[in-house]
């Protein structure tokens, strides 16, 4: 059997959308608040099969489909600052 190397990226595509995916069927109200997700984000999710997550997930290659938060710096600056002033 041929075993896909996949890389750090498209490892973490897989699991956030296979994370993603086993939520919204198990409880969407929460996961839709947690990942940000709309009503037809969360349809087309919750439809997937794994195989079609797996074509997913290779034919992006290793663009992410999760880009960080916005602000993302200004959070990691003031956590910084609340670790060093404990």
């Keep these: ?5 996949l890389s750090d990226v498209q490892l973490t595509n897989l ?3 296979l994370t ?3 939520g919204v069927l198990q409880d969407r109200p929460a996961t839709c608040c947690k990942y940000a997700l709309d009503a037809a984000q969360a349809d087309r999710i919750a439809g997937l ?3 079609q997550i797996m ?4 034919n992006v290659g290793d663009a ?6 916005r602000d993302l710096l200004a959070l990691l600056n003031r956590r910084m ?3 060093v002033e404990v």
């Design 1 to 5: 059997m041929n075993q896909a190397q």
């Design 15 to 17: 699991t956030l959308l």
């Design 20 to 22: 993603i995916r086993d």
């Design 49 to 51: 099969g794994v195989q």
């Design 55 to 58: 074509a997913i997930v290779a």
């Design 64 to 69: 992410t489909l999760f880009p960080a938060r």
């Design 81 to 83: 600052q609340v670790a």
